[in-house]
């Protein structure tokens, strides 16, 4: 149980186009989703907190005109990079958490994006 | 601020032991997770510690003192598919912040 899959899992775009990468949780509603972004042999930075039906809480330094986040339903929220360039060439990642003592996260397997 | 810190790298070999510590200063401190990652691949849950104390899953066992801000992650009779990063993650205010890994290598 608690799998979260992302979608594409790698895309490749030229500098100035956008890009939506979704994120469900399959088996669970999930309360609350997370964005993190890894740059190469960095860790997990967190991008944003999204629930379902309200606007994404952004972390600092995320533009949020920059990263657009709609979380549409319990299981299903998308991530647009608008603009893309080559800087925001990274690794994408989702996560979903239940509600719970220690809100576990379940990550989902990331999306690899490459801006040319 | 939010700091969290543990080694960069680690070697060690097959059928050994290691022990990865991580230091944390967060606030709304609600627990710390030991997460598994292999290069390109999502995080994989190890371990979680919310009280002081030691937490023995198989191979894997994961320790928390609160008062000192300190964990540690024990890695036993190790494997060579064992060879990965770890990431510590102290959960803040119901969100995750990451230290930078700590990246295992495991020889013959």
């Known amino acids: 149980g608690a799998v979260v899959s992302q979608h594409p899992s790698r895309v490749i775009c030229k500098s100035g186009t956008s890009v939506k990468i979704e994120c469900r949780s399959l088996d669970f509603q999930a309360t609350t989703m997370f964005w993190y972004r890894q740059f190469p042999k960095q860790s997990l930075m967190l991008m944003a907190t999204?629930?379902?039906?309200?606007?994404?809480?952004?972390e600092q330094g995320v533009e949020k005109d920059k990263f657009l986040i709609n979380h549409a339903s319990l299981t299903l929220s998308t991530l647009t990079v608008t603009s893309a360039h080559p800087e925001d060439s990274s690794f994408y990642i989702c996560?979903?958490?239940?509600?719970?003592?220690?809100?576990?996260?379940?990550f989902g397997p990331g999306t690899r994006l490459t801006v040319l | 601020g939010q700091n969290i810190d543990q080694p960069t790298e680690m070697t060690a070999t097959e059928g050994a032991i290691v022990q990865i510590n991580c230091t944390y200063q967060t606030s709304g401190f609600n627990g710390l997770f030991w997460y598994q990652q292999h290069a390109g691949e999502a995080p994989t849950f190890l371990s979680y510690n919310v009280l002081d104390g030691l937490e023995e899953k198989g191979r894997f066992s994961s320790f928390l003192s609160r008062s000192k801000g300190y964990s540690y992650l024990l890695l036993k009779e190790l494997q060579m598919k064992d060879s990965a990063s770890y990431l510590c993650?102290?959960?803040?205010?119901?969100?995750?912040?990451f230290g930078a890994g700590t990246q295992v290598v495991v020889t013959p």
């Open positions: 999204s629930n379902e039906g309200s606007k994404a809480t952004y």
């Open positions: 996560s979903a958490s239940i509600e719970s003592s220690y809100n576990e996260q379940f």
């Open positions: 993650a102290s959960n803040s205010w119901g969100k995750l912040q």
